[in-house]
């Protein structure tokens, strides 16, 4: 049997058993955030792929698909709040382990305040221009933040049912959008010769297409950060991870076609080089001042992204301290909400220093891009790292399970894929401010390194063992070590 960790804030750690599939299913899906997602990709897309643009989704779904389904193995096993550090720390060591969750929480933690003030950016630009309403984005970036901190202060439960509602309504009203352009086509009319890639414009297009595509479909892996908190979290953990991305492939794809036709096929280069979102545009002719329920959209998918941004990373900040791999007062829990009331107070701090002096340095969506940029470089090692875990714990650990499509050829496959994601993502280096990523991921990357070297030169252990911790002991210690993840007072498994 396994017990809750006594953390050092008088609780009893996380609320256990609180949610079930269709929360951990919407932590996923909205930390993928649809809206933002085909807000934001469909002008680059069709610039690159022409009228191929929604087969870039398919090609980006299918890749995403490769890379989810062999890491959510681990999720099957090694359920923990602590996501990616656990799975890295109980396959491949605590020292890659420590650097997978350092990097990974920090850019969950930093996308809030990026996408706050994108938002808010977005916001004010749209209503100045179109009724003359000149609401500051500083103030809308810190109404969202306040919002989101304190829907993460209440609980999991709260987190839940904000992130379903704000999805749900997102989704519905993009979708409801593509649906309104194949029942008004523009010129050009209806074809399904969008889903085929050879109608791009050039193959070295699609391609680049198909990269900006992955990295819409990140995300998926948030479910992971709520395992302490979910039902039979081994199943419904990879049941998350793997759903979130079946659905918004479909998604993706039928509301890219569907803005296109809306939009006119023959009329794309328009399209491609619009000044104004083309979902916009396309939301003007055809639903008149109702378009404003497009802005809505982006709205309710910018806040129900930082909310589970801020789960996922207060999460992570959680069990590493918990390990005593970050400052302990992280891993207070709060005694009625259950929540690392600390951690997110933390979070909401940093994200509005992000979004507003960030923003205000350079220009929100040009902060917003660059974060992307750092996202795409963190992304691509955090799965790169779980890939190897993935392949070297069912060659050993659990070698009775192996299966050698799933636990060796999808790793490779989609190491492969990710390597020509970060290559085309960098080369060439975009202009500034949005090329500073890697200079960005080189800063996080040292200091990283440097808080490894004093947690190996303070003798302390705990950091080692206690990162492989996970939320059923007893089932986990069939599988690893039991020595390797016992706390060593005795605490963590009996």
Avoid at 49 to 57: N, V
Wanted: net charge positive.
């Amino acid at each position: 049997m396994s017990r809750d960790y006594p953390d050092s804030g008088g609780a009893r750690g996380l609320q256990r058993n609180s949610v079930g599939l269709p929360t951990v299913l919407m932590q996923s899906i909205a930390q993928i955030a649809p809206a933002v997602g085909v807000l934001t990709t469909i002008a680059f897309n069709t610039q690159q792929a022409g009228l191929g643009a929604p087969s870039t989704y398919i090609a980006a779904f299918i890749i995403g698909l490769v890379v989810a389904i062999s890491l959510a193995q681990l999720g099957k096993h090694l359920p923990s709040a602590g996501g990616f550090y656990t799975y890295v720390s109980a396959t491949v060591g605590p020292r890659s382990g420590f650097m997978v969750g350092w990097l990974y929480s920090w850019i969950v933690a930093l996308i809030p305040g990026g996408l706050a003030s994108y938002t808010g950016y977005v916001l004010q630009t749209e209503l100045s221009q179109n009724y003359g309403i000149n609401v500051p984005w500083q103030a809308i970036t810190c109404v969202i933040l306040l919002i989101v901190g304190y829907t993460g202060y209440k609980g999991i439960r709260t987190s839940g049912k904000m992130l379903t509602v704000l999805s749900i309504v997102e989704m519905l009203i993009v979708a409801a959008l593509a649906l309104s352009g194949l029942l008004s086509p523009g010129p050009g009319g209806i074809t399904v010769a969008g889903f085929n890639p050879a109608s791009s414009t050039t193959s070295h297009g699609f391609f680049l297409a198909v990269v900006l595509s992955i990295f819409a479909f990140t995300g998926w892996e948030g479910a992971a950060a709520v395992a302490e908190e979910a039902r039979n979290p081994r199943k419904v953990i990879p049941q998350a991870i793997i759903g979130s991305i079946i659905l918004l492939g479909i998604y993706y794809v039928f509301c890219a076609w569907g803005i296109q036709i809306g939009w006119g096929t023959q009329h794309l280069d328009a399209l491609a080089n619009a000044k104004e979102n083309p979902a916009f545009i396309v939301a003007h002719r055809l639903w008149g001042h109702g378009w404003l329920l497009v802005l809505l959209a982006l709205l309710n998918s910018g806040i129900a992204v930082c909310i589970a941004c801020t789960v996922d990373s207060t999460r992570n900040w959680y069990a590493m301290a918990r390990a005593e791999a970050m400052p302990a007062w992280l891993n207070r829990i709060h005694p009625v909400h259950r929540t690392p009331h600390t951690a997110v107070i933390a979070q909401t701090v940093l994200a509005m220093i992000v979004g507003v002096v960030g923003g205000s340095l350079i220009q929100p969506d040009q902060s917003f891009f660059m974060l992307g940029t750092l996202a795409t470089i963190i992304y691509v090692y955090v799965y790169l790292m779980g890939n190897i875990g993935v392949a070297k714990f069912f060659l050993t650990t659990a070698r009775r399970e192996l299966n050698v499509l799933i636990h060796l050829v999808f790793p490779v496959i989609s190491t492969v894929a990710l390597g020509y994601v970060l290559y085309y993502s960098l080369v060439p280096l975009p202009d500034p401010p949005v090329s500073y990523a890697p200079i960005v991921f080189g800063i996080l990357l040292v200091i990283g390194l440097l808080m490894l070297w004093r947690l190996e030169r303070s003798g302390r252990t705990t950091w080692r063992t206690l990162s492989r911790y996970v939320v059923d002991s007893g089932t986990q210690a069939t599988h690893t070590e039991p020595s390797a993840i016992r706390h060593q007072d005795g605490m963590l498994a009996d």
